[in-house]
């Protein structure tokens, strides 16, 4: 049996504070009656497959996830994206927001719309549905209805067995994976290892193979970024698997045109990525990978059609608008690029344009803290500085609520070179640049700090040979690279120049304990 939901301490997201699962149900009419029935009913709904029993930890708030499912709901209407799986979630949604008239409208139209799409086969996909209907009854203190939809539940099971007590149903195992994969990104290995279970039972379905591909495609872009690799990855051949099936797929052609880049095999990504907008045009995930695609592939003009047509269609959506104005950006660092022969009315323009889109983008979602911090950078090329400074200060005050690391990452890096280029302060742009490097994710921005930190320290050493915290500056860069022999060289170095600095020594002392470690295995 699978642990009950924790419970959500945040007030946020549309209808205030997210419900507890874990509560009793609420008094409807008069005083309930928790009787040895009532007991019983709890002990049968915890044995049910669905969104109340899977312990769901959320990456976000409430009212972004809405917004998201709405948009899948909108704009997946085929069996193999998972519309129906998705009613249900918004359903748990907007329990945990108290909107349990709405949460039950919405698990109604999960059975219809699984009924119509599947027909005969429509009852092992119920499963899900059913089970949080039985809980929402339940905690509407409807006992009598709870009872009924458990034992439909359990009909369904006797009538379609998994032969084995720990195994589930494949469209059980679906239902998860697109829900693990919708709510958190820390739950990505669960959503690949859920479609994988339903792909050894039902090996050529159209649904659970897209819903592989998907997820494996992020989990490499998330964790791998698009790597030139010599052979094609997992989640490259499983999306060549999934469009042999269903090769109209706009969204998995896309997320294909992108992975190809990776082995310069761009003729064949742009025909997918043309094919991918002539099948589904207004699709946001085909408008936001395909910009994506064009952008990377530095057709910026293209990019920003394929995205302000997103807009005009009325999608307001602020991840559209940020994209709008990464494209800007890249054409005002093209012309800067000229050197003496840009223009700077043109560079001004970029800027401009940038600007504009991320405070539409900010204005959508005031919590989008990466828009705020590009802005930032924006606001100080301009020379409003104090402007840059209280927008990166704002972005520093939310950094306890971001579950999202990388972001966090992102944030430093922009802090330091806010100091680094603009106020031109050493002490804290090496400040900034440090915390973004002890952040343990090691993309881009990661690698910014690191070479910003070295830029500083070699300068400083350029100028000062005998300068022992431009050492320790490098002694800590090259322990975050990995390289702990050439660290303890940079802070027995350090030492030489501060002899009796407690920070050098530690640092050492730990190094020298490692590399002994690593000698003797």
């Not at 690799?229 to 469009?243: C, G, M, N, V, Y």
């Not at 990019?303 to 807009?311: Q, T």
């Not at 401009?352 to 803290?369: G, N, Q, T, W």
Request: aromatic share 10%.
């Amino acid at each position: 049996m699978t642990g009950l939901p924790q419970r959500q301490q945040v007030d946020e997201g549309r209808g205030g504070r997210r419900r507890d699962p874990r509560q009793p149900p609420v008094r409807v009419s008069g005083e309930l009656n928790f009787s040895e029935d009532s007991s019983a009913l709890l002990s049968r709904l915890q044995q049910l497959q669905c969104h109340f029993t899977w312990d769901l930890k959320l990456d976000v708030d409430l009212e972004t996830l809405s917004t998201r499912l709405q948009i899948d709901i909108d704009f997946h209407r085929s069996q193999c994206e998972g519309e129906s799986c998705t009613y249900s979630l918004l359903a748990y949604v907007r329990y945990l927001q108290d909107q349990r008239e709405e949460a039950l409208s919405l698990l109604n139209q999960s059975e219809k719309t699984i009924r119509e799409s599947y027909g005969d086969e429509s009852e092992k996909r119920l499963i899900v549905t059913y089970g949080d209907m039985a809980w929402l009854k339940y905690h509407d203190g409807d006992f009598a209805q709870s009872q009924s939809y458990c034992q439909r539940v359990e009909d369904i099971l006797v009538k379609y067995p998994t032969g084995s007590s720990g195994s589930l149903l494949p469209e059980v195992y679906g239902a998860q994976a697109w829900t693990y994969f919708k709510v958190s990104w820390s739950s990505l290995s669960k959503a690949i290892d859920c479609f994988h279970k339903a792909l050894e039972v039902q090996r050529h379905d159209t649904e659970w193979n897209a819903g592989y591909a998907i997820t494996l495609f992020c989990r490499e872009q998330w964790f791998l970024g698009n790597k030139q690799e010599d052979e094609e990855s997992q989640a490259t051949k499983q999306l060549r698997f999934a469009l042999e099936i269903n090769p109209n797929n706009a969204v998995l052609q896309c997320m294909l045109a992108l992975k190809l880049t990776a082995y310069k095999k761009y003729e064949e990504a742009d025909g997918l990525v043309k094919k991918a907008l002539e099948n589904d045009p207004d699709n946001p995930h085909v408008i936001r990978h395909s910009g994506n695609y064009l952008h990377n592939r530095n057709r910026l003009d293209e990019a920003i059609d394929v995205l302000k047509r997103g807009l005009r269609r009325g999608d307001q959506l602020p991840s559209f608008t940020c994209q709008l104005a990464m494209c800007y950006k890249q054409k005002k660092i093209a012309e800067q690029r000229r050197g003496p022969f840009s223009n700077r009315e043109e560079v001004r323009k970029w800027r401009r344009c940038c600007i504009s889109h991320l405070e539409d983008a900010v204005e959508m979602k005031p919590s989008f803290v990466r828009a705020w911090a590009e802005l930032a950078l924006l606001y100080a090329e301009e020379g409003d500085l104090s402007r840059a400074e209280e927008t990166l200060k704002h972005c520093l005050e939310k950094l306890p609520e971001l579950k999202e690391k990388r972001v966090c990452q992102t944030i430093h890096q922009y802090y330091g070179d806010f100091h680094h280029y603009h106020t031109k302060n050493e002490a804290q742009a090496i400040a900034h640049y440090t915390k973004g490097l002890l952040i343990p994710l090691k993309k881009y921005e990661w690698r910014q700090c690191a070479q910003k930190l070295k830029q500083i320290a070699k300068r400083r050493r350029s100028r000062n040979p005998g300068d022992g915290e431009a050492l320790a500056l490098l002694g800590q860069v090259a322990r975050a690279e990995g390289d702990s022999k050439e660290a303890a060289a940079f802070y027995e170095e350090a030492l030489t120049y501060d002899k009796d600095n407690e920070e050098y020594l530690s640092a050492l002392c730990e190094l020298r304990l490692e590399l002994q470690g690593s000698s003797s295995d």
